[in-house]
């Protein structure tokens, strides 16, 4: 069924319809919170805190833009207002968390390569956890997400000039924060 139909059979109260939504974009939404938050419990209690908004608040969506475009608006406020809330902006750790599930010959230098991309990955995501929260919601949107410049000016409601500005500048932003990391080890942090 076209998600114009389950948007308004969830509108009439249609519980099947809606839980066809949630389906969609269940990992989407969940995927969004964890990168700004970085937190599997958080993620996923966000990732439901969003649906219940999104279903109370169906009677108000009046079809002007995609479904999909609404639905992360709702979710970027919601993220916003929680991380405001908690004071964690800023503060957000990375989890580490990945288990050796192979044997190999080479144990040692798997382990190393291992490391070394977490490291990156943590390195990466800290540097992003220092921006502005508006920089760290578009490259999230942008770069973890994957959205188009135009579906970005829809969700944040900005022009495609600003959006790409701010890309630009938060890519920038990154870049110098972690470009004396880049020079360690002769370059061996390649991104």
Do not use: C
């Not at 996923?44 to 649906?51: K, L, N, R, S």
């Not at 144990?107 to 490291?119: A, D, F, G, N, Y």
């Not at 220092?130 to 973890?144: A, E, F, G, M, N």
């Amino acid at each position: 069924m076209e998600e114009k139909k389950l948007v308004q059979l969830s509108r009439e109260g249609n519980q099947e319809a809606f839980a066809e939504l949630v389906k969609k974009y269940k990992t989407k939404m969940f995927n969004l919170a964890f990168g700004l938050t970085r937190n599997h419990e958080i993620a996923d209690d966000m990732a439901q805190e969003i649906f219940i908004k999104t279903y109370f608040a169906l009677p108000k969506f009046k079809f002007k833009s995609e479904f999909g475009t609404w639905l992360y608006q709702i979710a970027i406020n919601h993220i916003k207002d929680y991380l405001r809330k908690e004071g964690r902006i800023k503060k957000v750790l990375f989890e580490e968390s990945r288990q050796n599930t192979f044997i190999l010959e080479n144990e040692t230098i798997r382990k190393e390569k291992e490391q070394s991309l977490e490291q990156r990955k943590k390195l990466i995501h800290q540097a992003i956890q220092t921006l502005p929260q508006k920089y760290q919601v578009i490259l999230s949107l942008r770069d973890i997400q994957g959205f188009s410049y135009e579906e970005i000016a829809r969700i944040l409601k900005l022009s495609p000039g600003t959006v790409d500005s701010r890309l630009h500048r938060a890519r920038k932003m990154l870049r110098k924060k972690l470009a004396p990391f880049l020079n360690l080890k002769g370059g061996n942090y390649e991104m």
